[in-house]
């Protein structure tokens, strides 16, 4: 069976810390695809990043990292000094490759951002 | 990027009508669109897979005959809500692949809130 975990409901930093939120995937299938996706408040999902899971090496994009794990089927993403603007709601997600790329998201994990 | 929008953006209807959801790609065709619905502070859950000029596939659970879904050319699906009911008060939320660019990155419009009275 498929399954994408966010074992972290809410996370609540100060402004300027790094804060990590962790992904745990399970799927049989050799290629796959992961993402994570920001739903700020108002509602409309921004992607972040795609990586197939022939690819782990890690990505840094801007204050934005992510560690790609497969021994411990992990796709974690790191913050580097946080802000308020990152205050949203984020979601890792499972795509299959086999027939239409179906995606199966985490429960996603609340980031508060505190001034 | 690939833009997908939604309209309306939120539709508050009364019990027993019917409402209709559009989610148009705006520059990118799109052979397969998506339809998820959250619920406050849930996770987004698939409801059916859209593919242009032909039937939609459905998630187990989802009932065809409620959801009715319609994706009539390449960049535009929507979604009816058949004789709505207070338990179908939820996010709507569309997506869309851009082939062009990946087939398996979903592109994600703004989605629908809609309240049932």
Request: hydrophobic content about 35%.
């Amino acid at each position: 069976a498929q399954k994408v975990t966010q074992a972290q409901t809410e996370i609540s930093v100060v402004e300027k810390e790094d804060v990590t939120l962790d992904c745990v995937y399970e799927t049989r299938d050799t290629t796959y695809y992961l993402f994570w996706y920001k739903q700020p408040p108002s509602g409309e999902l921004v992607f972040l990043i795609r990586r197939n899971s022939f690819d782990e090496q890690n990505e840094i994009s801007g204050r934005y990292s992510w560690n790609f794990q497969k021994s411990t089927s992990s796709f974690n993403f790191t913050i580097t000094a946080s802000q308020v603007v990152d205050s949203a709601v984020y979601f890792c997600a499972l795509s299959l490759t086999s027939g239409t790329y179906k995606y199966i998201f985490g429960t996603g994990t609340r980031l508060k951002v505190l001034a | 990027g690939a833009v997908v929008s939604q309209h309306p953006s939120w539709v508050i209807c009364k019990s027993g009508t019917s409402v209709k959801i559009e989610c148009r790609s705006l520059d990118f065709q799109a052979t397969t669109m998506f339809w998820y619905r959250q619920f406050p502070k849930q996770s987004l859950m698939l409801m059916a897979t859209s593919n242009e000029g032909s039937k939609a596939t459905y998630e187990q659970g989802v009932e065809k005959d409620k959801f009715l879904i319609n994706h009539a050319s390449l960049t535009l699906s929507t979604l009816t809500v058949t004789s709505a009911h207070p338990e179908d008060s939820s996010f709507y939320i569309c997506s869309a692949e851009d082939p062009t660019v990946a087939s398996d990155t979903q592109y994600f419009g703004p989605g629908t809130r809609l309240t049932v009275l």
